[in-house]
């Protein structure tokens, strides 16, 4: 059984900074892709950042140059550091893996969701 586990959300004043975690644990093989979605009420999920085995990162027009998606293979874990965050950027939040299991198989798993409010 694998699990992803996210941290960080909250409350946040426009022009402030969150930063975001989430740790996978269970009986992980490897880790590929990590990523970061985002939903807002009333819309899709989409895409906020997302992060290759090899280091090589991704981020939707609306995160660059304010957000930076890191991760830490030893622990398992992907960040996402957000600064300069707008009332536009509240939604809930969520971590997404691809993950090979020790039985050699492979597929996608999400995290639970952490809510991120931008207001003043």
């Known amino acids: 059984q694998v699990q992803l586990v996210e941290s960080g959300g909250g409350l946040v004043q426009p022009g402030g900074s969150l930063r975001l975690s989430c740790v996978v644990s269970g009986s992980i093989f490897s880790i590929n892709t990590m990523a970061w979605y985002r939903q807002a009420p009333g819309k899709e999920r989409e895409l906020v950042a997302s992060?290759?085995?090899?280091?090589?990162?991704n981020y939707a027009d609306s995160a660059k140059g304010r957000f930076t998606i890191s991760r830490d293979n030893a622990k398992k874990a992907v960040y996402l550091q957000m600064n300069s965050l707008k009332p536009e950027d509240t939604a809930v939040y969520y971590c997404?893996?691809?993950?090979?299991?020790?039985?050699?198989?492979?597929?996608?798993?999400w995290g639970q969701g952490t809510q991120v409010t931008v207001s003043s």
């Open positions: 997404y893996a691809i993950v090979t299991d020790t039985t050699g198989y492979t597929q996608p798993y």
């Open positions: 992060t290759t085995g090899i280091g090589s990162t």
